[in-house]
C-alpha cells in the first residue's frame, strides 16, 4: 500500500523558513518524479514543483521561485521542501504526491504564516 | 503560464449523469487528469491521461477529450460523489503543471 506521511509544518512568521518533510512507503521510490501541491484555506489546488527521479531536474511556480527548494534522498525514500522568505500568502496545507501528475497523495501538513 | 478553466459548480440529482468540463489551450496537446476532494480529505486521482480509471475507482467515472477541452463524466451520481472537482495539465515541456479552477458537484 501506497503511503505518503508529510510532516514539518507549523506557525511562522514572515521572512522565517521552514523545511517539510514527506517519507514514502509502498513503492519505488526512485522510480517516480515527486510532486508538491498546496492548497490555501477555502481555495483551490495550486502545483508547487517537483522534481525528476535522480534529483537532476526541478521545477517550480513562478511564485516560489527562489524562496523554495524541492530535492529527495531516495535512499531515506524522503520528499523535501525548504521554504524561506515565508509570506502570508504561503499559508496552505501542503501536501506531497508520487509522480509528475500526483497519482497518490499524502494528508498534508499546514503552514501557517502569521505575525 | 496558462490556465484551466472549469464552471465553479454544476448540481444533479441522485442517479442522473454530472458533466465537468476543464478548458484550456495546452489541452489540445497534452493529457488532462482529475482529481476529486472530499471535504476534509485529501484529493485522490480518478481520471489520468483523459480517459484511463486508476483501479478501484468506480466505473461510474469516465473522461473525454476533444479539442482544448476535457470532460470528466459521472453516471448515476451519488450522494458519496458530493466533492470538489479539479483537472490538472502540463505546459508543453510537460513539466511544469497547472490545476484546474475546481468544480464543486452538489448531489441535491
Known amino acids: 500500500e501506497v503511503q505518503l506521511v508529510e510532516s514539518g509544518g507549523g506557525l511562522v512568521q514572515p521572512g522565517g523558513s521552514l523545511r517539510l518533510s514527506c517519507a514514502a512507503s509502498g513503492f519505488t521510490f526512485n522510480d517516480f518524479w515527486m510532486t508538491w501541491v498546496r492548497q490555501a484555506p477555502g481555495k483551490g489546488l495550486e502545483w508547487v514543483a517537483n522534481?525528476?527521479?535522480?534529483?537532476?531536474?526541478?521545477y517550480y511556480v513562478d511564485s516560489v521561485k527562489g524562496r523554495f527548494t524541492i530535492s529527495r534522498d531516495n535512499a531515506k525514500n524522503s520528499l523535501y521542501l525548504q521554504m524561506n522568505s515565508l509570506r502570508g500568502d504561503d499559508t496552505a496545507v501542503y501536501y506531497c504526491?508520487?509522480?509528475?501528475?500526483?497519482?497518490?497523495w499524502g494528508q498534508g501538513t499546514l503552514v501557517t504564516v502569521s505575525p | 503560464s496558462f490556465e484551466l478553466t472549469q464552471p465553479p459548480s454544476v448540481s444533479v440529482s441522485p442517479g442522473q449523469t454530472a458533466r465537468i468540463t476543464c478548458s484550456g489551450d495546452?489541452?489540445?496537446?497534452?493529457?488532462g487528469h482529475w482529481y476529486q476532494q472530499r471535504p476534509g480529505q485529501a484529493p485522490m486521482l480518478v481520471i489520468y491521461k483523459d480517459t484511463e480509471r486508476p483501479s478501484g475507482i468506480p466505473e461510474r467515472f469516465s473522461g473525454s477529450s476533444s479539442g482544448s477541452t476535457v470532460t470528466l463524466t459521472i453516471s448515476g451520481v451519488q450522494a458519496e460523489d458530493e466533492a470538489d472537482y479539479y483537472c490538472?495539465?502540463?505546459?508543453?515541456?510537460?513539466?511544469?503543471?497547472?490545476f484546474g479552477t475546481g468544480t464543486r458537484v452538489t448531489v441535491l
Open positions: 504526491a508520487s509522480g509528475a501528475v500526483a497519482t497518490y
Open positions: 490538472l495539465s502540463a505546459d508543453s515541456s510537460s513539466v511544469f503543471y497547472v
Open positions: 495546452p489541452l489540445s496537446k497534452q493529457y
Open positions: 522534481i525528476k527521479q535522480d534529483g537532476s531536474e526541478r
